[in-house]
């Protein structure tokens, strides 16, 4: 894998940080950050915040691979109160389109994106990264792992596409 310092630097000053975090707003008006988390001599970062707002703020085509497992819309209860996770399947699909765009315009040209969701949720969004973002579907993957769930099923799925840009 290619690093490239200017890349990095770049990064680095396109967000705008003080003390290793930025403060700002959300709807409800609490405050979130967005953190850079420097791993020592890695040449690697972790970016942590609100995906959308802190791809905004990355260089096009300055990523390697992105792995997103989008909330499902399934109306579970997250940390964030902000945050609705059952919103109408259409609203849905225009929310994740947003940031699957995103990480489309920040992936480079060679770069790899891994997504994470249900089935049904995959393949309504599977014709947008296809036809609309011209992004190459690799793989579909299951991975069926052992659950502490004890039901009929010992096994819970996870379900995967691969694509790349190039």
């Known amino acids: 894998m ?5 890349s990095q630097q770049q990064l680095r000053n396109s967000i705008d940080i003080i003390g290793g975090e930025e403060m700002r707003r959300n709807k409800l008006g609490e405050e979130i950050k967005t953190e850079l988390i420097d791993l020592g001599n890695s040449d690697h970062k ?4 609100d ?3 802190v791809m905004k703020k990355i260089p096009s085509e300055s990523v390697d691979l992105i792995f997103t497992d989008p909330p499902y819309n399934q109306h579970i209860k ?3 109160k902000d945050f609705i996770d059952r919103k109408k399947p259409a609203d849905y699909l225009v929310w994740l389109k947003d ?3 995103e990480s489309h315009r ?3 040209k060679n770069g790899s994106m891994y997504l994470m969701n249900y089935p049904e949720l995959n393949a ?3 014709p947008f990264l296809e036809d609309e973002l011209n992004m190459k579907l690799r793989r579909w993957i299951v991975w069926h792992y052992p659950t502490t769930f004890k039901a009929k099923l010992d096994k819970k799925p996870s ?3 691969i694509f790349s840009k190039g």
């Open 2 to 6: 290619e690093h490239n310092i200017t």
């Open 46 to 49: 972790v970016l942590l915040g």
């Open 51 to 53: 995906c959308l707002d």
């Open 78 to 80: 997250y940390i964030r």
């Open 99 to 101: 940031r699957l765009r």
């Open 106 to 108: 920040i992936l480079k």
């Open 124 to 126: 309504r969004v599977l």
């Open 159 to 161: 379900f995967y596409l």
